[in-house]
């Protein structure tokens, strides 16, 4: 990846993810699918802090901007948590297996972005 570098930061792991839901779905069913399931993964102790956002349009900020209409943003305490969270989910065992399928199986899979990112501990983010 250009202009990416290997730093050694301590800071805060987050997964960033732009989608879209399928034809029909709300909100609110997603944000309760979403919440069950970062829930479940804070109690296990993979992930210490989640949100979830719609794109606002903005003619001066908006370049390049992924097609996803809403953004999700999970945080992990470090590369080793998020590791673990992802093997965790990868397992596809309940209870983890059921929360993710709700939450998967209302979002356009052809609409789906993600990237993760480390912050520095002093940014002040």
Request: glycine share 8%; net charge negative.
């Given at each position: 990846?250009?202009?990416?570098?290997?730093?050694?930061?301590?800071?805060?792991?987050?997964?960033h993810g732009?989608?879209?839901?399928d034809?029909?779905i709300?909100?609110?069913?997603?944000s309760?699918?979403?919440?069950a399931?970062?829930?479940?993964l804070?109690t296990?102790?993979?992930?210490?802090?989640w949100?979830l956002?719609?794109?606002?349009a903005?003619?001066g900020?908006?370049r390049?901007a992924?097609?996803?209409?809403?953004?999700?943003?999970?945080?992990?305490?470090d590369?080793?948590?998020?590791q673990?969270c992802?093997d965790y989910?990868?397992?596809?065992?309940e209870?983890i297996?059921?929360l993710?399928r709700?939450?998967?199986?209302i979002v356009d899979?052809?609409?789906?972005?993600?990237?993760?990112?480390?912050?520095?501990?002093?940014?002040?983010?």
């Amino acid at each position: 990846m250009r202009g990416l570098q290997m730093l050694e930061w301590t800071g805060v792991i987050r997964l960033h993810g732009t989608f879209d839901l399928d034809e029909g779905i709300g909100i609110a069913g997603y944000s309760q699918a979403f919440t069950a399931f970062c829930a479940h993964l804070k109690t296990m102790d993979y992930v210490s802090n989640w949100s979830l956002s719609r794109r606002v349009a903005h003619a001066g900020y908006e370049r390049l901007a992924p097609e996803g209409v809403y953004y999700i943003a999970i945080d992990f305490r470090d590369m080793a948590a998020a590791q673990a969270c992802y093997d965790y989910v990868a397992m596809d065992e309940e209870p983890i297996c059921s929360l993710h399928r709700a939450m998967n199986s209302i979002v356009d899979p052809a609409s789906t972005q993600f990237f993760m990112t480390e912050a520095q501990e002093e940014s002040g983010l």
